[in-house]
């Protein structure tokens, strides 16, 4: 069930990423460089038999060299819960580390949720092209990479 949600949420991530391309598709590389300004998020709902889960996908630009190619960050927080009582209501961490002076987040993923954070950031780094090396710990416990969107200049 695991890889359904994983491809799902590859699905959702990708058409951010096709919605970063169209965003910066009138932007001459060659007078500023490509940027997506401020933050892109989607929290993604996904219903189980047993309980719910979350995954929140955040794209932010990645500063880098002047290319013609356009770099996002990509922040990935994903969390659970069962119906047994226990609770179901899923609280994940805001990527803020965009906004110059922001707070950090006030939520910090528990054990289980980073395990299924990292799970769920390593597939989608994986399958957008993210270097192997750069997946890193965001405040709050989320996980990013970066991604370079071809532009198809």
Not at 67 to 87: K, N
Not at 115 to 139: F, I, N, Q, V
């Amino acid at each position: 069930m695991l890889e359904v949600w994983q491809a799902s949420a590859l699905d959702c991530l990708s058409g951010m990423l096709a919605g970063c391309r169209s965003a910066t598709a009138g932007l001459d590389p060659r007078v500023r460089p490509l940027k997506v300004d401020g933050a892109l998020e989607w929290t993604v709902p996904w219903g189980m038999d047993d309980g719910n889960g979350l995954v929140r996908l955040t794209v932010v630009h990645e500063p880098g060299t002047w290319s013609e190619d356009l770099r996002v960050r990509v922040v990935v927080a994903a969390g659970a819960r069962a119906f047994d009582g226990s609770g179901t209501r899923i609280h994940l961490p805001r990527y803020t580390g965009w906004e110059y002076g922001s707070p950090p987040p006030s939520v910090e993923l528990g054990e289980r949720d980073r395990a299924l954070t990292r799970s769920m950031a390593e597939y989608l780094r994986k399958h957008t092209g993210g270097d192997t090396s750069s997946l890193r710990e965001e405040p709050g416990g989320a996980l990013s990479f970066p991604v370079v969107v071809p532009t198809g200049r």
